[in-house]
T-cell receptor, first 113, second 112 residues
Framework: AQSVSQHNHHVILSEAASLELGCNYS??????LFWYVQYPGQHLQLLLK??????LVKGIKGFEAEFIKSKFSFNLRKPSVQWSDTAEYFC???????????FGKGTHLIIQP | ETGVTQTPRHLVMGMTNKKSLKCEQH?????MYWYKQSAKKPLELMFV???????ENNSVPSRFSPECPNSSHLFLHLHTLQPEDSALYLC???????????FGPGTRLTVL
């Protein structure tokens, strides 16, 4: 069965700092990869996704993620965070026999002004 | 964002009650999903429907009973729940199985 690991459960950064959130998955076959974000009081929203092609994908609000197949990783990055990026970030993977998404536990990101 | 709506947004029920959660998608999608989000646990897939047929049931207890009468509506019928079933229940939809999923706001369920 597929599993997804997000190693950082809580991250606190200052504005303008660079961000990298780790995500690793277990299934070695073809996968679709996603990052979702949940802002306080709002529902889950898609940040970016990778299905195929260029392993460096760009999403909304200046976020990007890089798929490294050899490392089973799909880390999320942003060069300069803003206070409004405070949210819960979820990595999710589709593949390995399941039709739905397998989620990581999430990373709670707090940006201090 | 009104693509996927869920009602009610909050629900408190006793262990002997019967209630239903409703999800409606206005996106013309063919696949719908139920997820459970518990505190300190990852989002867990419960059910998948494609073209109104159930295609996956991740070993969910029978006290949860899904229903998909058409491609726009999905229900989760609840009966004789346990306090550990208290969680946020999320509905999602996608154009087809394997496509990007869009989530509703969730129903916050508390079982007393």
């Amino acid at each position: 069965a597929q599993s997804v690991s997000q190693h950082n459960h809580h991250v606190i950064l200052s504005e303008a700092a660079s961000l990298e959130l780790g995500c690793n998955y277990s299934y070695g076959g073809t996968v679709n990869l996603f990052w979702y974000v949940q802002y306080p009081g709002q529902h889950l929203q898609l940040l970016l996704k990778y299905f195929s092609g260029d392993p460096l994908v760009k999403g909304i609000k200046g976020f990007e993620a890089e798929f490294i197949k050899s490392k089973f990783s799909f880390n999320l990055r942003k060069p300069s965070v803003q206070w409004s990026d405070t949210a819960e970030y979820f990595c999710a993977v589709e593949g390995g026999g399941a039709d739905g998404l397998t989620f990581g536990k999430g990373t709670h990101l707090i940006i201090q002004p | 964002e009104t693509g996927v709506t869920q009602t009610p947004r909050h629900l408190v029920m006793g262990m002997t009650n019967k209630k239903s959660l409703k999800c409606e998608q206005h996106l013309g999608h063919n696949a719908m999903y139920w997820y459970k989000q518990s505190a300190k646990k990852p989002l867990e897939l419960m059910f998948v429907y494609s073209l109104e047929e159930r295609v996956e049931n991740n070993s969910v207890p029978s006290r949860f009973s899904p229903e998909c009468p058409n491609s726009s509506h999905l229900f989760l019928h609840l009966h004789t729940l346990q306090p550990e079933d208290s969680a946020l229940y999320l509905c999602a939809s996608s154009q087809d199985r394997g496509d990007t999923q869009y989530f509703g706001p969730g129903t916050r369920l508390t079982v007393l």
